[in-house]
């Protein structure tokens, strides 16, 4: 049914005979234009299309155009389709000025002086496409690619995207009736074949029709309950699905309606609808969805489709390309709601009839798009493979052959669906395509192109013409500086390349002090694309790359084998897996975390690969080692005694930024991948609060003294030193360790602990008492709960009316807590009995973390305070006793880097640069406590203005 129209053709005809007679020029030694179309010999073998049909070639000829076509048994049109449309085949393209493909060139076939047109897959600078583009531009070739064929607004001319939409819904349907059989369930839709299994759509949409009759004669098991397809996008990809599935007994339905056909709908028929940006986005303030707005500022805007719609899908169809600026409509997180028990469709089937695990039953992802709108979705299938099932544990099993059982959801995402119905695709491109072919065929590429008289449309499309790139892509030899490490030079040396993972503001001063050296290049890799960009902006020999470490494994592994050394900015979980990735394929690696007990265990490994995995090189943990270990070093070296050690640190606003209730700020990391998994830390409020409810371990005249859960708050004291800052401090962890560690097995105690301005640990207590440090699921919290406000919400936890007033809520509070007043009113400032909104994120942790994160927000212009404080106690061998103490203050940049980026981020970097120089040449899971790395750079960080003070007192 795609074939070209006889009025159309006889159009055809009259223009390019009209088009020939004006612009024929001298090609060959009879002054005919030839063209040549070249076999696909790139890519997978199911490559069958060709970029015009036979038809299109006999248009050409008679218009007075010589065709020269290669043979090929693969291509759909078989050779002699071609030779009786009076093309001549033959394997020598030389004699033609302009040469057709469908999929990029292989070098070795690329023809010097001739003009290509293909999609090239070029224009993002894709690593794995530069030697293509290197080559064409020395051979001097003209390159037109289909891309960037375009209107005037943007939309592509020329494009297979109808019959990737044809395609993958064959695909869907045919493997959810496999699926569903799987599960218990025989289905109409058991008897449609995969797309290349069809001699062409008509016949597919002959075995879908059937399958509707069946469903009209309510042949669909009632225990699936109601089917409905989701359509994502209405652009040409889903019209294409769209044009199968409507071969079912169908009733279309608005998006918010899809709730009730889901629940109550007819099985005799499907249901389907489709999903605009208006549909599934909100503003995040409220307000309604302004297609102005999101298109300037997509980040004011997050989708509500996984709450809305997707829990009422069947089967849902993706043809929207993902921008990483824009929101996903479907999370991890989301999908694996979407998988639960709780998402099984609730049917009145007779008892014994098999239920489905959940609603969703399938997903083709048709734009095939890796880590894009649907997260999970991280890597292609295949024609050979087409299916992969998705759990909720999110661990994917391919099917190469017919087993379709288990949990989870099926997914089907081919990189090449068009090729199935090739000559369908091959037709419908070729009648997009052949009104801009005479126009092709005036390209001399040893002309010159700004003097060829080419449309917009065409010039536009030239992305390289005489041996350089053409004007509007001069952009690509800039971007692939960025996109490929391997081109970066200094004086003829390769540069030193870091990969740096996590784009948060720890990370300025990382990439600041590591690029003040030409020779050293920086990728920062992140899950928040425009964090990381805008980082690289500033700096030169920096790029950006999206990464998602959870998700992109494989590309994971591809950067880090590009890269000399690692630096991981990431929480502590994520460190061990990729510390296995630097094991493989033996690369370095630093972060600013503890050494969990996962990374140590790869030390043995790390020492056998003969590569450094250094930690804690931050500031806690980091700095305190290295002055804790300047301080015992000096001791020992001159024979004394330690006989205890005092270490506190303490990230704060500074005093004149300190005024609210917890007398404490924070700054929220936005690369954190999960916030459930941050450590504590001062932009973290989950880590902070969290910590509260852990327990610590310290020694105190040579015995343990252990801080059980929930007491840590109230073993605080006041500190006496640097008195005009008015702190107190708790223990941190477990201090024991560190007594071996650092080896002062001498001391009679030994402490480690957090530093706080007054006032803090009294009003945290407060929180803790009152059980709202709780991380257990809280039902009023669920996301899909009914809209709550803290009012209500602490009615509910103290198991009140809903309308009992803040007054005596606050009452209540200030008894719970033993009539503590000052507590209580913490707890009325913080907003906690106010009828604002509470965020609904599961937990009661959680919702007051987000809460508190904006609430207690530094504001731009405000800067933060770092506090360490060691104290150390000596004995002589004389008998003289002295206290060593070490004073470090360090306040943030109001407009610049705070206190803990730079105190965080100039020593990793550091260390890594020490690395990167060979500094440092022991091999294996280290801390810096060795002489040869801590005295380098504490030295450095003086250049930094971190440095601290030491004072001796004499008893």
């Not at 970029?51 to 007075?64: D, F, N, Q, R």
């Not at 493989?584 to 630093?590: D, Q, T, Y």
């Not at 933060?864 to 061998?877: F, K, T």
Request: net charge negative; charged share 25%.
């Amino acid at each position: 049914m795609w074939r070209i129209r006889p009025k159309l053709v006889a159009c055809h005809k009259k223009s390019l005979q009209l088009a020939a007679a004006r612009h024929m020029s001298a090609d060959n030694n009879d002054g005919v234009k030839v063209m040549g179309i070249r076999r696909e010999d790139y890519g997978s073998q199911w490559e069958r299309r060709a970029p015009l049909a036979p038809s299109h070639v006999k248009t050409l000829i008679e218009s007075g155009v010589k065709v020269l076509v290669q043979d090929s048994n693969r291509r759909a049109y078989p050779i002699q389709d071609y030779e009786n449309a009076g093309a001549e085949i033959q394997e020598d393209l030389s004699e033609a000025s302009f040469i057709l493909g469908v999929k990029q060139v292989p070098i070795p076939r690329l023809v010097a002086n001739k003009t290509f047109c293909f999609f090239s897959h070029t224009i993002k600078a894709q690593v794995e496409n530069m030697p293509l583009l290197d080559a064409i531009l020395e051979k001097n070739i003209r390159l037109i690619d289909y891309e960037k064929i375009v209107d005037d607004s943007g939309k592509r001319l020329v494009a297979f995207g109808k019959f990737a939409g044809l395609a993958g819904m064959i695909n869907i349907l045919h493997g959810m009736g496999l699926r569903l059989l799987a599960l218990g369930h025989h289905t109409p839709f058991l008897h449609i074949a995969a797309a290349h299994n069809y001699r062409d759509s008509s016949m597919a949409r002959q075995a879908v029709r059937e399958a509707g009759y069946e469903i009209a004669l309510g042949r669909l098991p009632k225990s699936i309950g109601p089917m409905t397809f989701v359509f994502m996008g209405a652009g040409n990809v889903s019209q294409g699905a769209q044009e199968i599935i409507s071969e079912l007994p169908l009733e279309y339905v608005r998006p918010c309606d899809l709730k009730d056909v889901a629940e109550n709908g007819d099985h005799r028929k499907a249901y389907a609808t489709v999903v605009r940006r208006k549909d599934h986005l909100v503003h995040k303030d409220g307000g309604k969805f302004n297609l102005e707005e999101y298109t300037n500022h997509p980040e004011r805007f997050r989708s509500v489709f996984s709450e809305r719609i997707a829990p009422y899908s069947s089967c849902i169809i993706n043809g929207i390309f993902w921008d990483v600026n824009h929101p996903r409509f479907l999370s991890n997180m989301d999908t694996k709601t979407l998988l639960s028990p709780e998402m099984s469709p609730k049917t009145d089937e007779a008892p014994g009839c098999p239920r489905l695990p959940h609603r969703l039953i399938a997903i083709c992802d048709i734009t095939a798009d890796p880590g894009g709108a649907i997260e999970f979705v991280t890597e292609c299938t295949s024609i050979e493979a087409p299916f992969t099932l998705y759990d909720a544990d999110h661990r994917h099993q391919h099917f190469k052959s017919l087993r379709f059982s288990g949990d989870g959801v099926l997914v089907c995402s081919i990189d090449n669906m068009p090729t199935q119905l090739p000559r369908e695709a091959t037709d419908f491109f070729g009648d997009l395509l052949l009104p801009w072919v005479p126009e092709m065929l005036k390209s001399d590429a040893t002309i010159p192109l700004e003097k060829q008289h080419l449309s917009r449309v065409v010039y536009d499309a030239v992305i390289a013409s005489n041996g350089e790139l053409a004007p509007k892509y001069h952009y690509i030899a800039d971007l692939r500086k960025k996109t490929d490490p391997s081109l970066a030079v200094v004086n003829g040396a390769e540069k030193q390349k870091v990969l740096l993972l996590g784009s948060g503001y720890v990370s300025g001063p990382v990439v600041e002090y590591l690029t003040r050296d030409t020779g050293i290049e920086v990728t920062i890799a992140s899950s928040i694309k425009d964090e990381a960009e805008d980082l690289a902006s500033k700096y030169d020999n920096t790029r950006a790359v999206y990464l998602n470490v959870k998700s992109h494994e494989a590309h994971l592994h591809q950067l880090v084998k590009k890269h000399d050394i690692v630096i991981s900015l990431l929480p502590i979980p994520f460190h061990p897996m990729v510390a296995e990735v630097c094991l493989e394929h033996r690369k370095n690696l630093v972060t600013a975390s503890y050494t969990s007990p996962a990374m140590r265990a790869l030390h043995k490994d790390a020492v056998d690969a003969g590569v450094i995995f250094l930690n804690e090189c931050g500031l806690d943990p980091g700095i305190d080692h290295m002055l804790s270990m300047e301080c015992f070093d000096y001791i020992h070296d001159k024979g004394g005694k330690v006989t205890s050690f005092e270490s506190w640190a303490g990230g704060l606003p500074a005093p004149e930024h300190s005024e609210n209730p917890l007398r404490y700020k924070f700054r929220l990391q936005s690369d954190s991948i999960a916030v459930e998994l941050i450590e504590p830390c001062s932009w973290s409020p989950y880590g902070v609060l969290s910590g509260l409810g852990r327990d610590a371990k310290f020694l105190r005249n040579k015995k343990e003294v252990y801080i059980p859960p929930g007491h840590l708050m109230k073993s605080s004291k006041d500190m006496t030193f640097l008195p005009g800052f008015n702190l107190q401090g708790y223990p941190n962890r477990d201090s024991t360790q560190y007594v071996f560690t650092y080896g002062v097995q001498t001391v009679d105690n030994f402490i480690r602990g957090s530093l706080r301005y007054k006032g803090y640990c009294h009003a945290s207590n407060g929180l803790f008492q009152l059980g709202l440090i709780d991380n257990n699921p809280h039902s009023a919290l669920h996301e899909e709960a009914p809209a709550i406000t803290w009012r209500e919400l602490m009615c509910g936890h103290f198991g009140q009316d809903t309308g009992t007033s803040a007054n005596v809520l606050k009452q209540m509070v200030f008894e719970k807590l033993g009539e503590d007043e000052e507590a209580a009113n913490v707890v009325d400032e913080l907003g906690l009995l106010a009828d604002s909104p509470a965020e609904r994120n599961g937990t009661l942790l959680q919702s007051l973390s987000n809460h508190l994160s904006k609430r207690l927000a530094y504001r731009d212009g405000e800067r933060d305070l770092v506090i360490m404080r060691n104290q150390a106690g000596v004995e002589w061998s004389n008998g003289n006793r002295e206290t060593h103490e070490v004073s470090l203050v360090v306040y943030g940049d109001p407009y610049g880097f705070s206190a803990m980026a730079k105190t965080v981020g100039y020593p990793a970097a550091i260390g890594a640069k020490m690395i990167l120089e060979g500094e440092i040449v022991e091999k294996g899971v280290m801390i810096p406590l060795g002489k040869n790395i801590y005295k380098p750079i504490l030295n450095r960080l003086k250049v930094e203005d971190i440095m601290a003070s030491t004072n001796i007192k004499y008893h």
